[in-house]
């Protein structure tokens, strides 16, 4: 990585979602080797790279699934892995994240939606959203306001499993807007998708960074990440090969092989 | 009962008679038994399987969803259990609750309670290696969903339950079969006391002994009626996918 992109990724550290000189594997296998990246809120970082590069690795790091072997992961500038259990669950609960496979569970869609409000209530507050028509206002509120931004909105009291792919996924990104978070992470969430489902994600995406959302999306189609995302990152072999404005990494890349990949050349 | 089947039999036909007939029965024994057996064991058979369900389903959440050292040995202990011989468990509960027995102070010998502890141990295997598969084939994106929308583990493992929920229930069930059917260790810890311990198993087996055949099949009547009844309103509440 360059001296002026690293610069500017230390820059991003003290305000944003970032992962600083992370190294990561599983079996003995480094997947990730010392990557530096942070996202602020407003804007969408593209993560993109040949299948099987890490990117997957490097998103559930900053969804603070897994622990780093090395390096630090970072809210706000706070190292979460220094803070306690407690806290780290309310750092969780600022991130939300979508997967390739929409894994939803096997009840309404409305239950789905209002999974994650339903979670952060108090016990107490729970009990009291089962019965019929008490304190459920607000879930109610924001699970159709979810699925609006996903054009799902008379899809509530449809069966998960009666949807499409494209819808499942759709629900699965409206379940994570629901909640409100700060970032949202995306893990090649159109690519199994049609054009039209994949519009519609675009879409909904762009409409949440402009609502001051910081999002990251991995995604290994380059026209996509050239649609949605104001910086690129180029991963290749676990590290970050490129990192910059979406129109320099895509017309004027440092990298040789980041060059190669853009143009289809780099063949895995 | 023998004028009463030949009565419906001239009512309504030959076929319809052998169906509904035994609904007309003129039971030849005291109604209050019947009840009393049939309490015992419900009362006997539901609490082993809730206390079984309440110590199965913590286990195989811990074991589906760890690794440790031992832990395929621990399954297969699970799954033998399944199979374990009723009587053996009926005379390892008589030791612990006899006199010289570690529970001998409690004095639980020939007891609803003593019959309760060997279904316990006779369901738990049932109940736990059935709700490990369950919860074991959830996927894990869904538990990964849970955690990524912010569930801490309590939520997440509630609802991994909630998918597995069919597998669970038909776990239950099956301990459930496991506990109500069972003859030798409730006879071995119960004493087949009538009014007290006497089950519908073991009082079918006496009625055999003794050759009252007729009673015998009734109360196997009642048996298989209860326990489909069980499973009929388990199912319903299952929305029938179970």
């Given at each position: 990585m360059s001296k002026q992109l690293r610069k500017q990724t230390d820059r991003l550290l003290t305000d944003g979602l970032a992962v600083s000189a992370v190294s990561h594997g599983f079996d003995g296998t480094d997947?990730?080797?010392e990557i530096s990246l942070a996202v602020r809120q407003g804007e969408t970082l593209a993560v993109i790279g040949p299948?099987?590069?890490?990117k997957t690795t490097l998103l559930r790091l900053l969804a603070i699934f897994d622990r780093p072997d090395a390096g630090t992961v970072q809210l706000q500038g706070e190292d979460?892995?220094?803070?306690s259990e407690r806290e780290r669950l309310h750092a969780r609960r600022q991130i939300g994240m979508v997967f390739q496979?929409?894994?939803?569970?096997?009840?309404t869609v409305r239950q789905n939606v209002s999974y994650g409000l339903r979670v952060r209530r108090r016990w107490r507050d729970r009990f009291r959203g089962?019965?019929?028509?008490?304190?459920s206002g607000n879930t109610s509120r924001a699970v159709r306001d979810a699925l609006s931004v996903v054009g799902l909105?008379?899809?509530?009291?449809?069966?998960?499993?009666?949807?499409s792919g494209g819808e499942a996924q759709r629900v699965a990104l409206a379940r994570t807007l629901a909640y409100d978070p700060d970032y949202l992470l995306l893990d090649?969430?159109?690519?199994?998708?049609d054009p039209r489902n994949t519009a519609v994600i675009e879409e909904a995406v762009d409409t949440t960074r402009a609502q001051g959302l910081g999002v990251v999306i991995a995604t290994h189609d380059m026209h996509q990440a050239e649609r949605v995302a104001d910086r690129v990152a180029v991963m290749v072999d676990g590290k970050i090969i490129e990192l910059g404005p979406a129109e320099h990494v895509f017309?004027?890349?440092?990298?040789p092989r980041a060059r190669q990949f853009i143009d289809g050349e780099l063949v895995y | 009962m023998i004028g009463t089947v030949p009565a419906i039999e001239r009512a309504s036909g030959p076929v319809i008679a052998a169906v509904i007939g035994p609904l007309f029965v003129e039971f030849p024994f005291e109604r209050a038994y019947v009840l009393d057996t049939i309490s015992v064991s419900l009362y006997v058979s539901l609490l082993a399987v809730f206390f079984s369900t309440l110590f199965s389903l913590p286990v195989a959440m811990a074991v589906g969803f760890s690794e440790f050292p031992g832990k395929q040995f621990l399954v297969a202990v699970i799954n033998t259990g399944m199979g374990f011989p009723s009587v053996v468990v009926g005379l390892l509960v008589l030791f612990a609750v006899s006199?010289?027995?570690?529970?001998?102070?409690?004095?639980?010998?020939?007891?609803k309670e003593a019959m309760v502890m060997s279904q316990f141990v006779l369901a738990t295997p049932v109940i736990t290696g059935v709700s490990i598969a369950a919860v074991t084939s959830v996927e894990e994106g869904v538990r990964d969903a849970a955690y990524a929308m912010g569930g801490t583990r309590l939520d997440i493992a509630l609802a991994t339950i909630k998918e597995a929920r069919y597998g669970i229930v038909t776990g239950v069930l099956a301990g459930l079969g496991r506990a109500i059917s069972e003859v030798g260790s409730v006879l071995i810890v119960?004493?087949?006391?009538?009014?007290?311990?006497?089950t519908l198993t073991t009082a079918i087996q006496l009625e055999t002994r003794q050759g009252r055949f007729e009673l015998a099949l009734v109360l196997g009547a009642i048996l298989v009626a209860l326990v489909l009844l069980i499973n009929g309103v388990v199912l319903r509440l299952g929305g029938g996918r179970i």
């Open positions: 997947v990730l080797e299948s099987g590069t890490g979460l892995w220094t803070l496979e929409a894994n939803l569970f096997g009840t089962w019965l019929p028509g008490i304190g909105a008379d899809a509530a009291d449809q069966q998960a499993s009666s949807l090649e969430p159109t690519s199994d998708l017309e004027r890349p440092d990298d | 006199n010289q027995g570690p529970l001998g102070g409690l004095d639980l010998v020939f007891t119960g004493g087949n006391i009538e009014g007290s311990t006497r």
